[in-house]
């Protein structure tokens, strides 16, 4: 059976590395190599896989260096550009990738914050709203401590590490 790759990226460095790479190893199942440094959002991210026709099937290989959507999709050992290519090389040959279809069921529980509790949803809502921690915990009710320790929770649920981050996502990525 003849199975193919597709890179999906916007650096045409590691483009050109990668299918340099892939035409040395042996391909066992079509897998999708995506540059999570590609897009500033999720959601384009899986526009542009809905766009490139990828199906619930095929596998994903993320790449990319730490930023917001890197951590987010940390449970999917997503491949650091700083990491030597073996790396990159042994997940792709052992076929440890997950299906496009288990990506955007993440992607989609976290964008609803499926995953908090009513609280965490609130305090998450109105730090989207207010943007301030002392006008949003203000707003709810809430001392600045509770607050802040509610949403670094929230946070560390998402596998973000700092508030910085934290409030990018909820502003790029909450709907």
């Not at 990668?18 to 999720?42: A, G, M, Y």
């Not at 989207?128 to 707003?139: D, Q």
């Amino acid at each position: 059976m003849n199975f193919s790759c597709l890179i999906i990226s916007n650096n045409s460095y590691l483009k050109l590395a990668l299918t340099w790479q892939l035409q040395r190893w042996p391909v066992k199942q079509k897998t999708i190599f995506v540059d999570v440094n590609s897009f500033e959002r999720l959601s384009k991210m899986v526009l542009a896989l809905n766009e490139a026709g990828v199906s619930n099937d095929d596998r994903i290989c993320f790449i990319g260096r730490s930023c917001t959507n890197f951590l987010i999709l940390s449970p999917f050992n997503p491949v650091s550009l700083r990491q030597p290519m073996y790396r990159l090389k042994s997940a792709f040959l052992q076929g440890i990738l997950p299906r496009y279809s288990e990506v955007k069921k993440l992607i989609t529980s976290h964008q609803k914050l499926s995953m908090m509790s009513l609280r965490q949803q609130m305090c998450l809502d109105a730090l989207k709203k207010y943007g301030e921690i002392e006008r949003a915990s203000s707003l709810t009710g809430l001392p600045k401590k509770t607050f802040y320790s509610i949403i670094r929770t929230a946070g560390f649920k998402l596998n973000l590490q700092s508030l910085r981050q934290l409030r990018e996502f909820i502003i790029n990525e909450v709907y």
